[in-house]
């Protein structure tokens, strides 16, 4: 059984109760598509947990190591799916009890430092629109349109994860 689920990045606990209320009502899940697209398997009805680990451009670290070692090892996990580029690493926790702030933890921090980057990149690619504000006649040309969107484009990246950034900001101890 295939199911849309949408939420922002920052937003993997909404996703994690997602996962775990479908896998009370008996349907665990298979793998995810396009980070919305949710297959499900019949299956009986468990209480378990699932957790999201992000790892955008595959550089495992060994923060992330120690992560999914903890999480497969001292919590009785096994990866679901997130094995493609640019997919969240899903695991499904046996162990509901077990403790899981440290890998909640790094996941917040990675994804912090992640959303910084993408928001530099957003910003280097505004910066060659600036001297659209200073030419006169820019509006006659193409050239400035494209460089107009390319920009406006920038900004909402931009704005999208600065406030990613903030509701990640926002989570204190007592929410990891």
Known sequence: MWKVFLYHQWQYEKAE?????MESEGYRLKRIRFSFLFEFVKASPKNVRYIFLYNFVKDHSYA????????????????????????????????????LAPVKKFRNNYLKRAFRSKMLMALIFMMPAIPLFFIDNAHYD?????LFIIAMSAVATFVYYAFGLLSL????????
């Open 64 to 99: 992330y190591y120690e992560a999914c070692k903890y999480v497969l090892g001292s919590c009785g996990g096994a990866q679901v799916c997130g094995k493609r580029f640019f997919e969240p690493e899903v695991y499904r926790i046996t162990h509901p009890e077990s403790d």
């Open 142 to 146: 193409w050239r400035a349109y494209v």
């Open 17 to 21: 109760k997602f996962l775990m209320d």
């Open 169 to 176: 900001g926002k989570k204190t101890a007592f929410h990891i």
